[in-house]
């Protein structure tokens, strides 16, 4: 089967320029691509129909061998050398794969499709802030003023990295692509522009502020709300507030994360609170009140029922802290601790003893732990 012309292969006429051809050409490579055309059987054979003719048009050299006889330039040893289109009929494959692969993908490599020039402006980098606040203030919600280091756009050149705020000039190197190729046997490597350091644009006059960069290293004050309800963990982010972009790019975001600081009385457990409140023998033994305080700075007498014991929980509803996002209030759990008198006079000691003879049958959980021993050991004998 005779090979199509490579013009209409291109679908341009004979005579146009190398961008018309280097347009065409990325059209065409993004239309066929077999990723794009699972369905179409011939995409793969055109694609590379497509590949080669570019090969061969975008050489100058090529070109005008092409021009004058066709594809008769390449076939019998004519016109051969480095990139012979007729090689698997891919031609230099990966050379001129490479200008469609960031129109293709330029996107999801971060890129703006196309080559360096057009994504000469970057995006600033996210920040991370550590804050730490009190469980009251974590209760409450807050206002808090914070200092971030940070680099932010330039004043002077107004982000763009130029002086007087010019636009920067296309790379003469590369031509604006922030590569170039250089040609070694049957292979095209491919390096990142050694002159505009792959942003395909230079400046020629660097802004004196910013040294050309876009952007100085300064510390800003902000204003953050802090919701009632956050706890340690709980990230707040802050669209815009982070890193400058380079040279007129967008700013990062600032991520603001939440460290709650351990309380004198209260732990935390979620929306819950627990506090731990001593109570005397005789008001653990004969019952009474107890006065605790609450997070919101009040005081609550909380009812010590007959015969408490170490351990026993006792609830305080809605006494504990906020839900974040509108899930109501939790509880406070009140553990009680039954206190052991220390440092007793000769009288207590001896109502303590006169106490202890009258109270034998008034201590079930002892009774029921030694009839038990007494019964291991009796076992034990046996």
């Given at each position: 089967?005779?090979?199509?012309?490579?013009?209409?292969?291109?679908?341009?006429?004979?005579?146009?320029?190398?961008?018309?051809?280097?347009?065409?050409?990325?059209?065409?490579?993004?239309?066929?691509?077999?990723?794009?055309?699972?369905?179409?059987?011939?995409?793969?054979?055109?694609?590379?129909?497509?590949?080669?003719?570019?090969?061969?048009?975008?050489?100058?050299?090529?070109?005008?061998?092409?021009?004058?006889?066709?594809?008769?330039?390449?076939?019998?040893?004519?016109?051969?050398?480095?990139?012979?289109?007729?090689?698997?009929?891919?031609?230099?494959?990966?050379?001129?794969?490479?200008?469609?692969?960031?129109?293709?993908?330029?996107?999801?490599?971060?890129?703006?499709?196309?080559?360096?020039?057009?994504?000469?402006?970057?995006?600033?980098?996210?920040?991370?802030?550590?804050?730490?606040?009190?469980?009251?203030?974590?209760?409450?919600?807050?206002q808090?003023?914070?200092?971030?280091?940070t680099?932010?756009?330039?004043?002077?050149?107004?982000?763009?990295?130029?002086?007087?705020?010019?636009?920067?000039?296309?790379?003469?190197?590369?031509?604006?692509?922030?590569?170039?190729?250089?040609?070694?046997?049957?292979?095209?490597?491919?390096?990142?522009?050694?002159?505009?350091?792959?942003?395909?644009?230079?400046?020629?006059?660097?802004c004196?502020?910013?040294?050309?960069?876009?952007?100085?290293?300064?510390?800003?004050?902000?204003?953050?709300?802090?919701?009632?309800?956050?706890?340690?963990g709980?990230?707040?982010?802050l669209?815009?507030?982070?890193?400058?972009?380079?040279?007129?790019?967008?700013?990062?975001?600032?991520?603001?994360?939440?460290?709650?600081?351990?309380?004198?009385?209260?732990?935390?457990?979620?929306a819950?609170?627990?506090?731990?409140?001593?109570?005397?023998?005789?008001?653990?033994?004969?019952?009474?009140?107890?006065?605790?305080?609450?997070?919101?700075?009040?005081?609550?007498?909380?009812?010590?029922?007959?015969?408490?014991?170490?351990?026993?929980?006792?609830?305080?509803?809605?006494?504990?802290?906020?839900?974040?996002?509108?899930?109501?209030?939790?509880?406070?759990?009140?553990?009680?601790?039954?206190?052991?008198p220390?440092?007793?006079?000769?009288?207590?000691k001896?109502?303590?003893?006169?106490?202890?003879?009258?109270?034998?049958?008034?201590?079930?959980?002892?009774?029921?732990?030694?009839?038990?021993?007494?019964?291991?050991?009796?076992?034990?004998?046996?």
């Amino acid at each position: 089967m005779a090979k199509r012309d490579f013009y209409d292969v291109l679908g341009v006429p004979k005579g146009s320029s190398a961008e018309d051809l280097k347009k065409a050409y990325r059209s065409k490579a993004k239309e066929l691509h077999p990723d794009r055309n699972s369905d179409n059987p011939n995409a793969e054979s055109q694609f590379k129909e497509v590949n080669e003719a570019y090969e061969v048009l975008k050489d100058a050299d090529k070109k005008a061998a092409y021009d004058r006889y066709g594809h008769a330039a390449f076939e019998g040893g004519m016109g051969g050398g480095r990139g012979h289109p007729g090689a698997g009929g891919n031609g230099d494959f990966a050379s001129a794969f490479s200008d469609v692969f960031e129109d293709l993908f330029g996107d999801f490599m971060g890129g703006r499709g196309g080559g360096g020039g057009r994504s000469r402006a970057q995006r600033g980098s996210d920040l991370r802030y550590n804050l730490r606040i009190s469980l009251e203030e974590a209760f409450k919600g807050i206002q808090k003023t914070i200092n971030v280091p940070t680099s932010t756009a330039c004043e002077v050149c107004r982000g763009s990295g130029a002086e007087g705020g010019a636009e920067p000039t296309t790379c003469p190197t590369c031509s604006g692509m922030g590569k170039v190729r250089a040609q070694q046997g049957f292979f095209t490597v491919e390096r990142t522009c050694p002159t505009c350091n792959g942003m395909g644009q230079i400046i020629k006059n660097p802004c004196r502020a910013c040294s050309g960069q876009g952007r100085v290293e300064k510390e800003r004050a902000l204003s953050v709300n802090i919701p009632a309800g956050v706890e340690t963990g709980t990230r707040i982010r802050l669209a815009g507030e982070g890193e400058a972009g380079l040279r007129g790019g967008p700013s990062g975001d600032l991520y603001i994360f939440i460290e709650v600081k351990e309380h004198a009385l209260f732990q935390r457990d979620g929306a819950h609170l627990f506090c731990r409140v001593p109570v005397s023998m005789t008001t653990a033994a004969i019952g009474g009140e107890v006065e605790v305080p609450t997070i919101d700075g009040g005081r609550s007498r909380v009812k010590v029922p007959t015969g408490a014991q170490s351990g026993k929980q006792l609830r305080l509803r809605a006494k504990g802290m906020p839900a974040l996002r509108g899930g109501g209030v939790g509880d406070m759990l009140i553990e009680l601790a039954v206190e052991t008198p220390v440092n007793l006079t000769a009288r207590q000691k001896e109502l303590l003893r006169e106490f202890e003879k009258l109270s034998e049958e008034n201590n079930p959980e002892g009774s029921s732990f030694f009839s038990k021993v007494k019964g291991f050991w009796d076992g034990m004998k046996s």
